[in-house]
């Protein structure tokens, strides 16, 4: 299947860049994922003490630490064996690492040996070409109340069909075609890494197909007095929840 060809690249891609993605985040991630990302996916989460979650594709663990500090069980998992070798060099309690793939059904079907109270996958499902097996894993994963949060690449204000002007305003392209492109994340990284673009009513359907409800919807942006940049007036980050329905 062509998707899996482009995965196994793709994973060969993310072993290259692992250190250059460790040196940028860092213990606990950068500006936007401490702005942007992190607090609200926690919010959203809205997980307590001793509860379980599980964190799709991990690359650093920087979410699993800081999730594992406040007492969560955390299980996270990343296809790129040296992502999770740099995870485990960060000394943190509570947390549970493997190298699994989430384009893998047979690696789906071994985490369903427990449920969990959240399920996290941050910026991941822009990198990966085959998210539809994982949501079809996660209604048997969550618990009743549990809670599915992702975030991804903000697909109308930060993709390959989006160019910036001078005026900070923005001109898009072909935002309705599902498509796959190579970029970076970020300047260090040694390989150009895949994207796989797809419109938010791509991402929204999937889950309603299977049986999930959206009920958490937010475009973070930063503060304004910050940055004066085009991510301050357009939101580069989408971050959904959904449980089930
Ligand atoms: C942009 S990084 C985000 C990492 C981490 N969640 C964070 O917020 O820093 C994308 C991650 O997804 C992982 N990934 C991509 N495809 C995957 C797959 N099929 N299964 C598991 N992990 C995958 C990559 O190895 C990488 O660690």
Not at 24 to 29: C, F, N, P, Q
Not at 55 to 61: A, F, K, L, S, Y
Not at 78 to 91: G, M, T, V
């Amino acid at each position: 299947m062509k998707s899996e060809k482009v995965n196994k690249e793709n994973r060969n891609i993310w072993d290259v860049n692992a250190n250059d993605w460790d040196e940028a985040m860092g213990e606990a991630g950068n500006d936007w994922h401490k702005e942007l990302i992190a607090p609200e996916t926690e919010r959203l989460l809205g997980l307590k003490e001793g509860d379980r979650l599980l964190d799709v594709g991990c690359g650093n663990g920087l979410f699993a630490r800081r999730m594992a500090k406040k007492g969560i069980q955390v299980r996270a998992f990343d296809f790129s064996e040296n992502n999770i070798r740099n995870a485990k060099k960060y000394d943190c309690d509570n947390i549970s690492y493997e190298v699994l793939d989430a384009t893998n059904d047979a690696d789906l079907e071994s985490l369903q040996d427990m449920t969990y109270d959240g399920i996290v996958s941050n910026m991941v499902f822009m990198d990966m070409p085959d998210i539809e097996k994982l949501f079809k894993q996660i209604h048997k994963l969550l618990t009743d109340e549990g809670s599915f949060v992702f975030s991804i690449q903000h697909p109308c204000f930060n993709s390959e069909f989006v160019e910036v002007q001078e005026s900070n305003s923005l001109v898009i392209h072909d935002y309705m075609k599902e498509s796959t492109s190579k970029g970076t994340a970020i300047t260090t990284q040694k390989q150009e890494q895949f994207y796989f673009h797809r419109p938010i009513s791509y991402y929204l359907n999937l889950g309603v197909q299977n049986a999930l409800v959206i009920d958490g919807f937010f475009e973070p942006t930063f503060e304004q007095n910050n940055r004066d940049d085009v991510f301050s007036k357009f939101p580069p980050i989408l971050i959904v929840r959904m449980r089930k329905a």
